[in-house]
């Protein structure tokens, strides 16, 4: 199929509970002819459907999912938040009260149900007539659940429950009217506390699964909902999505960047932390790039919007993050492989204890009927449908809240494997420009030998020269006019100040104009070389007046991360075009002992699949630009963005702050987040395992041990409530300390 015949549609979707619930969508969805793949987050109340437009069409799918008894919420942007926050508030407002007004009720028949007193004959009949109407209002929303389960043809949760309470009210009123059952068989308060249990789990997991999106609300919330634009010489405010490509916004003190432009009057500090981390504002000047979402912070600047909705670097990593948390990894087929056959597994353990224990153990129809509603409503797969994607969606969006946008939920499977991370070093481990580290003037002040020097280095292009000039404008030095310059190709320059000439470049330039220095001088060239730098000589009226060294520098935190790395217990690789002298210089300074020099970028790939053909699991760390088939090659991809100009589509992992502590905190949260979906799933499998037995009566013949249908019901709310509240302490999640100074 030609790719022009894809496209991808979001859909918000409320009222599923369980796993089961995201078969049936997912299942709904993949009967409409033309949709392609379809995959369903439990955790962030979302369906990611790939169709192809020239088959189907939204309005199907949005028919598919009321059909299957789902809500579907079909307005974008801000309003999905505020109708979604409607919706829910209602939800829980409507579970609150019914599980409230089941307790009241319920609690005082179970304790009268406890109680050594003998009621009197009419007093069935007066608890049926009490109970019937709040079992009808609690448990409505269960057996109108297990309806649309059925009528899809699918086997649910709220089926087994709905046949669990079901029971456990029917026998109650042919044990009141003593049709074929005794008044032994008065489950009324059992019946209603089981609904409130169940509605009681909901409540809190709804208001729990709610958290777990936090953090692409606040993304959603950064999204600025007006601009102040220049038209017809006029300002007017309008709403954001009327602002064209080259509209001229006026941005005033305290408001929100709408679009990403570039500042053509004024300048203006503006708090850039959303996308930088960085506390302090930056001062924006004339021909600066803006972001939307930051915050102008002190003077009125107008900019040129250049980037609008969708194609902003805000809504890029909003819509990165939605589609990371929609994903599922390799871990997640367990548990859907498991719901699969869990239901009916249940379903015959009950029956199957039911007949055992009335058939052939001889026990009472009441106790073989207790163990029958036990089973049926203890056994909620919801647990295991939550484990994994809340927990993924919790992770991912802390991971956006600090910088690191995890694209595929496959790569935090990947990360906890890891064995090797390969660094590029230009750009990545250093800053990716060249600075002047070292001045030693000889026979003059230094300041004068930088003056001298920045004032012929500014006629050239050369990045070094751009070095030279930047660190004597750095230092406040007026430049003075030169004459005469002159450029020699791969040596230097020369010009004239007055009636001085100044010579600058290399060893070669310098003994070509039969210029000598002492061996005092060559030895302090050889140990700035030594260092990985590049050394400038300057010549004044053919004497050598001083040494200026220039080196790419590295970034203030690289050597924090590679030593966190190493706490991790992870190899550390550099990869370099530069000479091996000038590599291994740099990677002694930061501690790295592996280090391929002399790669050019075509090669860089061919190096990651030699340390993958070892069995090793390899993390590249590049630019996500030049380094993209690296990336490519790599098993997790980690590329470093840096303001607008982030390679969404390079890699994996997004590092947005360009700090390489970032790719520690990515591999750390990848960890937490695997760690915290197992325990998960531990405690998920664990709690089945145990108690179904349990309720099915197996510990009865040995230690006398019950397990009333009240407690299992108990029981399973609290299961999935413990799941998503695991998987919420993910938000607590904080990035290694960065140490000032590299100190150690």
Avoid at 164 to 177: K, Q, R, Y
Avoid at 609 to 614: A, D, G, S
Avoid at 670 to 676: N, T
Wanted: glycine share 8%; net charge positive.
């Amino acid at each position: 199929m030609k790719k022009d015949n894809k496209k991808d549609v979001e859909i918000k979707i409320m009222g599923m509970t369980c796993a089961t619930c995201v078969r049936t969508i997912e299942n709904s969805l993949k009967n409409i002819n033309g949709t392609i793949n379809v995959n369903v987050n439990l955790g962030a109340e979302k369906a990611f459907v790939t169709y192809n437009p020239q088959l189907t069409a939204v309005g199907e799918m949005k028919k598919a999912i009321e059909d299957a008894g789902y809500q579907y919420i079909d307005i974008e942007g801000d309003q999905t938040i505020a109708i979604e926050r409607k919706i829910r508030a209602k939800e829980l407002k409507a579970r609150r009260n019914r599980f409230i007004t089941g307790f009241a009720i319920g609690i005082p028949l179970m304790v009268l149900m406890y109680l050594p007193l003998s009621l009197p004959s009419f007093a069935p009949y007066g608890i049926l007539i009490l109970t019937t109407p709040v079992f009808i209002y609690v448990s409505l929303p269960i057996f109108r659940a297990a309806y649309r389960a059925l009528k899809n043809k699918n086997l649910s949760m709220d089926v087994m429950y709905s046949m669990g309470i079901g029971v456990a009210f029917l026998s109650s009123i042919l044990g009141t009217f003593e049709i074929l059952l005794s008044r032994e068989f008065l489950f009324y308060e059992t019946s209603i506390m089981l609904a409130s249990f169940l509605t009681f789990g909901r409540y809190l997991e709804a208001k729990a699964k709610g958290k777990t999106s936090d953090a692409i609300k606040k993304l959603m919330g950064l999204q600025a909902k007006t601009a102040t634009v220049i038209r017809d010489e006029k300002e007017i405010n309008i709403a954001i999505e009327h602002v064209m490509i080259g509209d001229i916004i006026i941005v005033k003190p305290g408001e929100k960047i709408p679009v990403d432009g570039e500042v053509i009057d004024g300048k203006s500090y503006v708090d850039e932390a959303m996308i930088t981390g960085e506390p302090i504002p930056t001062l924006k000047r004339t021909g600066d790039k803006t972001v939307a979402g930051t915050i102008n912070k002190n003077s009125v600047i107008k900019i040129k919007a250049l980037k609008l909705g969708k194609d902003t670097l805000l809504a890029q990593i909003i819509k990165l993050v939605e589609e990371a948390q929609g994903s599922k990894p390799p871990v997640q087929r367990i548990a859907d492989r498991v719901v699969t056959y869990f239901i009916p597994a249940v379903l015959s353990i009950a029956i199957l204890s039911f007949v055992i224990w009335y058939l052939i153990l001889d026990s009472t129809l009441l106790f073989a009927t207790t163990r029958l509603i036990s089973v049926l409503v203890i056994a909620c797969p919801c647990a295991l449908g939550l484990a994994t994607p809340t927990a993924v969606t919790v992770g991912i969006g802390r991971g956006a809240e600090l910088g690191v946008l995890i694209k595929k939920g496959e790569a935090l499977e990947v990360s906890q494997k890891l064995t090797t991370v390969v660094f590029d070093k230009t750009g990545t481990l250093t800053k990716g420009r060249p600075e002047v580290t070292d001045i030693v003037a000889i026979g003059m002040d230094e300041q004068i030998l930088l003056k001298h020097a920045a004032s012929v280095e500014k006629n050239s292009q050369h990045p070094l020269a751009e070095a030279i000039v930047r660190k004597a404008q750095e230092k406040g030095l007026e430049l003075v006019k030169t004459e005469n310059f002159d450029t020699f190709e791969g040596k230097g320059v020369r010009a004239e100040i007055g009636e001085q000439e100044i010579l600058i470049g290399n060893r070669i330039l310098l003994k070509k104009r039969n210029i000598a220095y002492s061996k005092e001088i060559e030895e302090r060239i050889r140990r700035l070389e030594n260092a990985g730098k590049t050394v400038t000589l300057i010549a004044i009226n053919k004497k050598i007046s001083g040494i200026i060294a220039i080196a790419d520098t590295l970034k203030e935190t690289t050597h924090d991360a590679i030593k966190e790395l190493r706490k991790l217990k992870l190899e550390v690789t550099m990869i370099t075009g530069d000479n091996k002298r000038t590599a291994q210089a740099i990677a002694d300074q930061i501690g790295i002992e592996n280090v391929l020099a002399e790669v050019l970028p075509q090669d860089k790939a061919n190096e990651v699949k030699k340390l993958q053909e070892r069995k090793e699991v390899v993390a590249f760390v590049g630019d996500g630009i030049n380094d993209a088939p690296a990336l490519a090659q790599a098993d997790v991809g980690i590329a470093i963005g840096s303001g607008t100009d982030i390679a969404i589509e390079s890699g994996e992992i997004i590092l947005i702050k360009n700090d390489i502590m970032d790719v520690v905190s990515a591999i750390q949260l990848s960890r937490k987040v695997m760690s915290r979906i197992k325990q998960n799933l531990f405690w998920a499998f664990a709690y089945n395992t145990v108690l179904i037995p349990v309720a099915a009566g197996l510990l009865t013949p040995f230690f006398g041990i019950g397990f009333r249908p009240e407690f299992a019901g108990l029981a399973m709310a609290l299961s999935s409530v413990t799941v998503v509240t695991l998987s919420l302490m993910l938000k607590r999640y904080s990035p290694p300390v960065k140490l000032k100074g590299g100190d150690q």
